[in-house]
Structures are given as structure tokens and as C-alpha cells.
């Protein structure tokens, strides 16, 4: 069963807890969610816009309560909190700015007929599981767009958010949005097939692990449901040359320390050109052990706590494991004496590609380091994953960077940085890191009905 509590992990006190929904109240959130898309699919796009406008006002009103939420519940320091906060807002303007250009309809060739074309219609209701790591950002990804389609939406968030992810319900009501268009409900993860069996729920959005994704996606299966996964990764970050080696090594370590370490997108296997490894590990060490480790709210913080204290727990077992398994430590990776779930941040190369570490997910603060024995070997490292969502490559070359990123297997590939998303281009992986995209148009077509209307004289 899950339980659904606000755990400080700033200190390990729990300091709230929410009961769980019966499984017998499940229809009655159906019912509602599946009344209100009948009204609000016919409600005019300006004023679904106007709603989400509003809502990006509230955001940006209510940022520092929000942002102290999930400091508390998820441990995210206070100046990356903002600029999660601040990136809903910008997704919810930017998605009821553009909302009418991609839903407008799309004329075709007429082929035979008098006139052909296709109207980009609303499914219904919608249920959207999300994770903990940013926990109003993965919310509004889904949310907001088809928001703006008609759909209406039933979200589980993490059951570590249960408070942030009523906060976002709130502010939504406060907007203006219709009773019932979305629904906050702490669902259990054993009840997700009593939403996903009812047919008038004709989709679902999942972000999380790899096990929880495949585990929902076959339930989605049994019932036809239309689905987008964004699961794990283990993200390459590629350097083949640079003036300053230094720079980019402490660019990659805070990128890679961010949110301590728990983004999917995360740089978790930095490989480096032999030429450059020697001095871009020592870099990277000095940078590891120059973080400042303490609470979310520390306006000197560097790194805050992990999530939760088995979080924390498996992370540093995982380093262990790792170590006995070949690697090398050069330094942290251990528990920090103190309350809540603190760790120091790791620093390991020689890692076996294959290994348990080489091959999966470390969902941590933990920086990777692989040594290449040139370009060729760089992207065979690289590509020596069953993973795909984001990669990025670091040269001062930028056509070389460009060519370079075009062979790795990734949903998504950056030159010169990492670790970037926005409403206003395509969010998404390939193999075991998902599939379907998120922002910019292609959020609008996930869940729509693509519906062709051919006239004949």
C-alpha cells in the first residue's frame, strides 16, 4: 500500500500524512473527471487559455511557498526550486499561447475528394502517474497541454508529494478551472488498473522507473489505452576537446549534483577523451568535494538531501557494490553523520561498462567518469547503453559536435550542455527510457484524435 506522507528529508521527521484513496471511491473520480470533459472539450480555446494564464500568474504569486513544499518534502534546494516553479509558469503561458496554432485544423491534399482534412479532437479522461524529483514540473508537462486540449485529468503523484501535488490542484481551481477537469488523488500503486480498466479513461502519462513504467504500460495494453513513458537514463556526456578543461569538468560535476543527482537526464556517464581524463578527473574531484552539503533552505547550499532515507540508503549500497565490483572511489559516496538524508557526493572511474553501475541507473549524487581511447571509442562507449533519453556533447568544434551527436542513440542531444528542457521543444527518449515526447507541439498530439474528414460532392 502506499502512504502518502510529508517526510522532511531535511531532517527524516514526518510531519504530515494523507490517507490514501478507498478503492471504492475510484469510480466516483471517473465519474466526475468523464462529466466535466463533456463541458470542457466544448469549451472555447481563449478560455481555456485564459484559465492557464491565470494559473501562471498564481505560480509566479506563490513561488516561494511552493518552493518550500517540496524543499521540505523532496529535499530540492531553494534556488533550483524556483527555477522549477518558474519553468510551470512558463510552460502553462507558453502552452495557452501556441495552443490554437497546433490545434488548428490541418488541411491536406484533397485526393480525389472536394476537400480533405483533420480535426485534432480531445480523447477524454486521462490519468497521469508522476515521480518525485520535480514535482510540479512532471505534473505540468502532461497537465497543461492537454489542458488546452479538452482532455481532463486524474494525477497520482509520488506518494513523498502529496501536499505539492494538491497545491497545484488549488491553484488550478483558484484559476478558474471547472470542478472535476482535474483531480489531485492519492491513488494507490496497486489501484492503477481500477482507473485504467473503465473505458471512458483513454490514456495515461508515466514518469518513473523503468519497473513501474512496464508494469502500467501492460495493464494500459490489456485495456487499449493510448500511453507516453519517460522512464530512466543513463545519460552520456561526451568530451573530445576543450581549451578548458577545468570548465567543463565543474560545469558537468554541478550539472550532475543538481537536484542531488535524481534526474532522469542526468549526466550519470561522463566519457572523456584519453587525452583530457587525467586532468578532468582531478577537476571533477575538486569540484565533488567543494559542494557545499546542506538544508534546502541554506542560501549557501550547493546539494540538499536525497529524497528519502532508503533512497539514500540504496544509492550508497549501490557505490559499494560497485567499488568491490572493480571500481574506483576517489572520493564520498558515504552517509553524512547528521538528520535527515544527506550523503556526500561520489567520484568513481574505472568502471566495467557491463557492470551493475556501467549498466543501470544510478539515481544519485554520483559522478561517473569513463576513460575513451579516442573519438571512435567515445561514441561506442556512448552508445553502449540500453538506455536513450538525453546525451550531450562537449567540443569547442561545434560541426564536429553536431555530427558527432547525430550517432548517439538518444531521444535528445545537446552540444555544450545538458540536462535542458522547455515548452518550446520535444522532451523524450528511445529503448528502455520510454517512448512518446512531451512539450512544444508534439505534447498537444499525444492524446488527441487525430480525426480525417474527407468531403465528397
Excluded at 519553468?87 to 490541418?106: F, I, P
Excluded at 544527506?342 to 572511474?349: D, E, G, H, I, Q
Aim: proline letters at 4%; one cysteine or more; charged letters at 25%.
Amino acid at each position: 500500500m502506499s502512504k502518502f506522507a510529508v517526510t522532511n528529508a531535511n531532517t527524516g521527521e514526518v510531519e504530515e500524512e494523507f490517507a490514501s484513496v478507498p478503492k471504492e471511491e475510484i469510480p466516483a473520480y471517473i465519474d466526475r473527471a468523464h462529466e466535466a470533459h463533456l463541458a470542457w472539450k466544448e469549451t472555447p480555446l481563449h478560455e481555456r487559455a485564459a484559465i492557464l494564464r491565470k494559473f501562471a500568474d498564481l505560480v509566479d504569486e506563490n513561488a516561494d511557498e511552493m518552493t518550500d513544499i517540496i524543499g521540505r518534502e523532496m529535499g530540492k534546494i531553494k534556488k533550483q526550486g524556483l527555477g522549477e516553479v518558474d519553468k510551470v509558469a512558463r510552460t502553462a503561458r507558453w502552452m495557452a499561447d501556441n495552443a490554437a496554432t497546433h490545434l488548428s485544423t490541418t488541411h491536406l491534399a484533397a485526393a480525389g475528394a472536394a476537400s480533405s482534412y483533420v480535426e485534432h479532437q480531445p480523447l477524454g479522461v486521462l490519468l497521469g502517474i508522476m515521480p518525485w524529483n520535480f514535482p510540479y514540473n512532471q505534473i505540468a508537462r502532461f497537465v497543461l497541454p492537454n489542458l488546452m486540449v479538452g482532455n481532463t485529468i486524474i494525477m497520482k503523484q509520488a506518494s513523498i508529494c502529496p501536499k505539492s501535488s494538491q497545491y497545484f490542484e488549488d491553484l488550478l481551481t483558484e484559476a478558474g478551472l471547472p470542478k472535476g477537469v482535474y483531480q489531485n488523488i492519492y491513488l494507490d500503486s496497486s489501484h492503477a488498473e481500477e482507473v485504467l480498466k473503465d473505458f471512458r479513461v483513454k490514456g495515461f502519462s508515466l514518469t518513473g522507473s523503468e519497473g513501474a513504467g512496464a508494469s502500467v504500460a501492460a495493464i494500459a495494453a490489456k485495456y487499449y489505452k493510448r500511453a507516453v513513458l519517460e522512464l530512466g537514463g543513463n545519460d552520456p556526456a561526451v568530451v573530445l576537446d576543450s581549451k578548458d578543461v577545468s570548465s567543463v569538468a565543474q560545469k558537468l560535476v554541478g550539472i550532475r549534483l543538481a537536484n542531488a543527482g535524481q534526474v532522469c537526464t542526468s549526466p550519470k556517464r561522463m566519457i572523456v577523451v584519453d587525452e583530457l581524463y587525467d586532468e578532468f578527473v582531478a577537476e571533477a574531484v575538486k569540484a565533488a568535494e567543494a559542494m557545499k552539503i546542506s538544508d534546502f533552505d541554506d542560501p549557501e547550499v550547493g546539494m540538499g538531501p536525497v529524497s528519502s532515507e532508503g533512497a539514500r540508503d540504496e544509492i550508497i549500497e549501490m557505490i559499494e557494490k560497485a567499488v568491490a565490483d572493480g571500481a574506483t572511489l576517489h572520493t564520498g559516496g558515504k552517509k553524512l553523520d547528521r538528520p535527515g538524508w544527506f550523503m556526500s557526493p561520489a567520484v568513481l572511474t574505472d568502471i566495467d561498462p557491463h557492470s551493475d553501475l556501467g549498466c543501470n541507473e544510478l539515481f544519485g549524487p554520483a559522478v561517473m567518469i569513463y576513460r575513451a581511447k579516442d573519438e571512435e571509442d567515445a561514441l561506442r562507449l556512448a552508445n553502449d547503453s540500453e538506455y536513450g533519453l538525453m546525451s550531450s556533447v562537449w567540443t569547442d568544434d561545434l560541426e564536429k559536435g553536431q555530427e558527432f551527436g547525430k550517432k548517439i542513440n538518444a531521444g535528445m542531444t545537446l552540444i555544450n550542455s545538458h540536462m535542458e528542457s522547455g515548452p518550446e521543444y520535444p522532451f523524450g527518449g528511445i529503448n528502455r527510457s520510454g517512448y512518446g515526447r512531451e512539450n512544444a507541439q508534439w505534447a498537444f498530439q499525444a492524446f488527441t484524435n487525430e480525426h480525417l474528414i474527407r468531403v465528397h460532392a
